[in-house]
């Protein structure tokens, strides 16, 4: 479960825009936005290591962060709404965060784990996850890091849907009940196309079909055409 609460220290932007955002980086900080509950936002920015600690920690995206701007003494409890990586550098960029109340419930994406050996599996068949985040509204400090579900039972022709789950006391799972979410398929079998059959020696061939070796009616078996014609002089 969650419940992780991580203090963040954070300063508020002097300036925005590309060049400010830039320069922030080169000095090792991430801006972001703080954003409140009918508040104006604060364009703020956060040490990139301090950051980093808190997508890398046991509760990841689930932590509930205390945030304290830079002068102030009050926290501003807050959740990791989103947050941009350079593709090519895989550095964070930019981070936005929601500031939320403790005693009121929040929506969030939440992992799915599967947990066990699916007997099915082990006879051939091919298990396909295909969801692998459900939708979840909690208080925050009772937010799930993930969803365990159990596929030791799985055979071939399996399927386990979202009903499947079972929510942690407190949680509510909003996606539809009758969403796959893991199925257990029988293997693929490649059917090989048999040999074409060749005639044994003096059998006739089907009705219809051409004799090995010999030219269609018309044609001169010796391939020689005008030969009606070498004659003229």
Not at 113 to 121: A, M, Q, R, T, Y
Request: hydrophobic share 35%.
């Amino acid at each position: 479960m969650a419940g992780e609460r991580v203090k963040l220290e954070a300063q508020e932007r002097e300036s925005t825009g590309t060049s400010a955002s830039a320069r922030l980086r080169r000095e090792g900080f991430i801006p972001g936005v703080l954003y409140g509950r009918g508040k104006t936002p604060h364009a703020i920015a956060v040490p990139e290591r301090e950051l980093r600690g808190v997508l890398t920690g046991p509760h990841g995206r689930h932590a509930i962060l205390d945030v304290v701007l830079a002068g102030q003494k009050t926290s501003h409890a807050s959740i990791l709404k989103d947050f941009q990586v350079d593709p090519i550098r895989g550095k964070i960029t930019h981070f936005d965060l929601h500031e939320v109340r403790l005693d009121q419930p929040i929506t969030a994406q939440v992992a799915i784990e599967l947990e066990g050996e699916s007997p099915g599996v082990k006879l051939g068949g091919v298990l396909s996850a295909l969801v692998r985040e459900v939708s979840v509204e909690a208080l925050p400090l009772e937010m799930p890091d993930r969803i365990i579900i159990d596929i030791g039972e799985t055979e071939i022709g399996t399927n386990l849907r979202v009903a499947d789950l079972v929510a942690p006391e407190g949680t509510k799972i909003l996606d539809d009940p009758d969403t796959v979410i893991v199925s257990v398929a029988a293997p693929r079998v490649e059917v090989e196309e048999a040999p074409e059959e060749e005639l044994a020696e003096g059998e006739e061939p089907a009705e219809g079909e051409e004799p090995s070796g010999e030219a269609p009616a018309g044609e001169s078996a010796g391939g020689d055409e005008g030969s009606s014609d070498s004659d003229e002089g």
